[in-house]
């Protein structure tokens, strides 16, 4: 079945930085664009960042300029690397696809405090 294990979150202070990793197992990880969302508590699940099966990549602009998505296919993994964090990215970040939804990881927590 499909897996999704996110993993990398930690507390960090302001203007810090952390890399997210997602592991992806039970499909054909290649043709699928991904995502990364992100929830924060009382709030809606947004998608932040995405990346095609070609490796283009988009993000909202909360983000852009401070985030940046990569993905390598052959270890069936996404990445997220976050820079210049702000107290407003603390949520917890998941990946999932973009246009398939996949049964939802736990998740990874980032908070950002000082």
């Known amino acids: 079945q499909v897996q999704l294990v996110e993993s990398g979150g930690d507390l960090v202070q302001p203007g810090g930085s952390l890399r997210l990793s997602c592991a992806v197992s039970g499909i054909i990880f290649s043709i699928y664009g991904m995502g990364w969302y992100r929830q924060a508590p009382g709030k809606q699940r947004e998608l932040v960042a995405q990346?095609?099966?070609?490796?283009?990549?988009n993000y909202a602009d909360s983000v852009k300029g401070r985030f940046t998505m990569s993905r390598v296919n052959a270890k069936n993994t996404v990445y997220l690397q976050m820079n210049s964090l702000k107290p407003e990215d603390t949520a917890v970040y998941y990946c999932?696809?973009?246009?398939?939804?996949?049964?939802w990881g736990q998740g990874t927590q980032v908070t950002v405090s000082s």
């Open positions: 990346i095609s099966r070609s490796g283009s990549t």
């Open positions: 999932n696809g973009i246009g398939i939804r996949f049964p």
